[in-house]
């Protein structure tokens, strides 16, 4: 709960930054003194020392497990700021407005992580999403940016109406906007819970890039600011999950007979049409919005199976992955050319750059000694334990084997080819010190991912 009012504060404290404080560098800086003091105040809240005590009413409760995930997110986000920071000013001079945004975004994760009621889950996708589309759009020089502005606009605005009719149906079946109103044990489900329902699963399947309500992802991340796509595809996404994980646990768990082959169905395209397509791609950054796809599939076994290895996995899951794809994108956005072919011989040039980038991908491959190794692993036995469906942990296993190639294609490139990277000639001291260190958290937590998921029963 402290953590919804600090990130609306700070957004507003980087609106009047943006005024007062010439010296961009110094926005940078507050901007990152902000979600260090969101990392202390959440962490003192999992703790129980709470600094803004609030009654919400019974709309809001986080409880440790929502806490701990808003840990997770800031963390991610700090990586991000001191990563890709900088790199604002060159989509536009704007930069403190578009740190607010940002806060903005992590105040809407702040409440879908603890929503009880499905208002609150509207809202808190709501102030998400609005955000994003103006930094899918903040490039205005570029055409590409305007058109991936108005696709997740429009595509955004059809979701957000599916998922007010499914609010509709459920309230006029239930009498109560409650989640744990919803969880009723029923033999057979009434037409307006039943349907209700599905409209919420479709809505929030938009939100997080599964097939086959995908297609507005590859254009969008693509034709976003590379900078804003890192944080589109990694803290955003872990957070949509994160909402849609406790909408189905809290308000439909109990009916989960009935929803879980359509959920299967949903997972089997996304891994399916994620990783195949990602295949063919010859432009790193469009790899990487279908990889974003395809690592979808994966998180949408920890819904699937609603046990605790689920949501310890999607935990786990939602650090690597957001650690490994922001250390991705922050070297492709340093580089000129984002086909495979600019990344040609830059191990020779820059070693560290390339051995940490080699990390972040070996992570999202599920490589062993690596975080995303444990991730994969964790949401693989949470669908074993249902019992069910093993069909879909063995199409998982196989689309992960896909995955190896496409990401080792940037590896084959960077050791194994001769020539010139791109561009190497932005990687700072400081950048690569903080990219090595992210990819040093990756190892340790293939090594011991009980560091993180022992805190998941704090």
Not at 276 to 301: D, E, P, W
Not at 358 to 378: D, E, H, N, Q, R
Request: charged share 10%; aromatic share 14%.
């Amino acid at each position: 709960m402290n953590a919804i009012i600090l990130t609306a504060i700070w957004g507003v404290v980087m609106m009047y930054v943006g005024v007062f404080v010439h010296r961009r560098k110094a926005r940078v800086y507050m901007a990152i003194a902000g979600i260090l003091l969101l990392l202390i105040t959440n962490w003192l809240e999992l703790v129980g020392l709470t600094l803004f005590p609030i009654d919400s009413k019974g709309m809001l409760e986080p409880g440790n497990f929502g806490l701990l995930f808003n840990e997770v997110t800031f963390f991610s986000t700090l990586i991000y700021f001191l990563l890709s920071g900088h790199d604002f000013e060159d989509v536009g001079g704007n930069t403190s407005d578009y740190f607010a945004l940002i806060f903005f975004v992590l105040c809407g994760i702040s409440i879908v992580t603890a929503f009880k009621t499905l208002l609150m889950l509207f809202l808190g996708i709501e102030i998400i999403s609005i955000p994003l589309y103006i930094l899918a759009g903040s490039d205005k020089r570029n055409l590409k940016s305007n058109e991936a502005a108005l696709k997740y606009f429009l595509m955004g605005a059809f979701s957000t109406g599916l998922m007010l009719m499914g609010i509709t149906l459920l309230y006029g079946s239930s009498g109560t906007f409650q989640v744990d109103g919803l969880n009723m044990g029923l033999g057979k489900l009434p037409p307006m819970i039943a349907i209700g329902l599905v409209l919420m699963m479709i809505s929030m399947a938009f939100k997080v890039s599964a097939a086959p309500f995908h297609f507005w992802t590859p254009d969008v991340y693509d034709g976003a600011p590379t900078v804003f796509t890192s944080f589109m595809a990694t803290v955003v996404k872990a957070g949509a999950f994160f909402a849609f994980l406790r909408l189905f646990d809290q308000a439909f768990g109990k009916m989960q007979d009935e929803w879980r082959m359509l959920l299967a169905i949903i997972t089997a395209a996304t891994l399916l049409i994620g990783n195949i397509t990602a295949v063919f791609q010859q432009s790193v950054k469009r790899m990487m919005a279908y990889s974003s796809i395809a690592q979808a599939g994966f998180m949408l076994l920890a819904v699937f199976a609603l046990n605790q290895t689920g949501k310890q996995g999607l935990l786990l899951y939602a650090t690597a992955y957001s650690l490994a794809t922001i250390g991705v994108f922050a070297v492709l956005t340093r580089m000129k050319d984002y086909t495979f072919e600019g990344f040609t011989g830059l191990s020779r040039q820059q070693p560290l750059v390339a051995f940490s980038l080699t990390v972040c991908l070996l992570s999202l491959a599920g490589i062993p000694l690596t975080a995303g190794f444990f991730a994969k692993y964790y949401m693989l036995l949470a669908t074993l334990r249902t019992g069910h469906m093993i069909g879909l942990v063995i199409l998982a296993v196989l689309c992960a084997a896909i995955s190896v190639y496409y990401y080792f294609r940037v590896v084959q490139a960077m050791y194994f080819r001769e020539g010139t990277a791109g561009s190497t000639s932005r990687f700072s001291d400081g950048f690569k010190a903080v990219l090595l260190a992210n990819s040093l958290i990756l190892i340790l937590l293939g090594i011991h991912p009980d560091w993180l998921l022992r805190l998941f029963n704090y």
